[in-house]
Nanobody, 119 residues
Framework: QVQLLESGGGLVQAGGSLRLSCAAS????????MGWFRQAPGKEREFVAS????????NYTDSVKGRFTISRDNAKNTMYLQMNSLKLEDTAVYYC????????????WGQGTQVTVSS
């Protein structure tokens, strides 16, 4: 039983920055792989970034490489997504997720936080 809660979303101008947080309760996340996903209006949910247990491995979808950074603080049971140089197409609901078995299947999901990028 893991509860995930995203925060940090909001309205930002194109070219600006935003940092999302995902706080967990119920279980420690230190043994889990973690990921961020997003769903834009009218589009399918897509993978954004993932991070291994001790952050030795990070993966990003091509559209955010060089702009977004995923990180985690296991002591705080929290994961982050730093988003820089935001574009209009980054507008979406962003979800955090936890991969308990570390096999690329996400077992737990947050409810999402809205990120809106304006021109």
């Amino acid at each position: 039983q893991v509860q995930l809660l995203e925060s940090g979303g909001g309205l930002v101008q194109a070219g600006g920055s935003l940092r999302l947080s995902c706080a967990a309760s119920g279980r420690t996340l230190s043994g889990f792989y973690m990921g961020w996903f997003r769903q834009a209006p009218g589009k399918e949910r897509e993978f954004v970034a993932s991070i291994s247990r001790y952050a030795s491995s990070r993966n990003y979808t091509d559209s955010v490489k060089g702009r977004f950074t995923i990180s985690r603080d296991n002591a705080k049971n929290t994961m982050y997504l730093q988003m820089n140089s935001l574009k209009l197409e980054d507008t979406a609901v962003y979800y955090c997720a936890a991969d308990e078995r570390r096999i690329g299947v996400y077992d737990y999901w947050g409810q999402g936080t809205q990120v809106t990028v304006s021109s």
